[in-house]
């Protein structure tokens, strides 16, 4: 069984910054594309930002030049760099990722939601 562990999320004034983390716990074969999602109250999940393993990014309008994806391959391991937060940016952040695993005799691709981490900008 595999599972996505966040951490990172928090309080923090606006003009602040915060690093999000993501990895898979459980046995796996692979990661491939990683992604953070984001969801405010009454709004629908949104994508923030998403990577792919050979490191193509693709960034929501509203984060452009304020957010940044990274990815350690060697750890899975998927962060969300977040500086210059402001106040909309409060949500619940979800990691999400495709995740090989074995299945039988089969290699097969799974989606996957982390469960969710708190981020509220305020003063």
């Known amino acids: 069984q595999v599972q996505l562990v966040e951490s990172g999320g928090g309080l923090v004034q606006p003009g602040g910054s915060l690093r999000l983390s993501c990895a898979p716990s459980?046995?796996?074969?692979?990661?491939?594309?990683m992604a953070w999602y984001r969801q405010a109250p009454g709004k629908q999940r949104e994508l923030v930002a998403s990577?792919?393993?050979?490191?193509?990014?693709n960034y929501a309008d509203s984060v452009k030049g304020r957010f940044t994806i990274s990815r350690d391959n060697a750890k899975y391991t998927v962060y969300l760099q977040m500086n210059s937060l402001k106040t909309e940016d409060t949500a619940v952040y979800y990691c999400?990722?495709?995740?090989?695993?074995?299945?039988?005799?089969?290699?097969?691709?799974?989606?996957?939601w982390g469960q969710g981490t708190q981020v509220t900008v305020s003063s």
């Open positions: 999400n990722a495709d995740v090989s695993t074995a299945q039988g005799m089969r290699i097969g691709l799974i989606n996957y």
């Open positions: 459980g046995t796996f074969v692979s990661v491939n594309d």
């Open positions: 990577m792919s393993r050979s490191g193509i990014t």
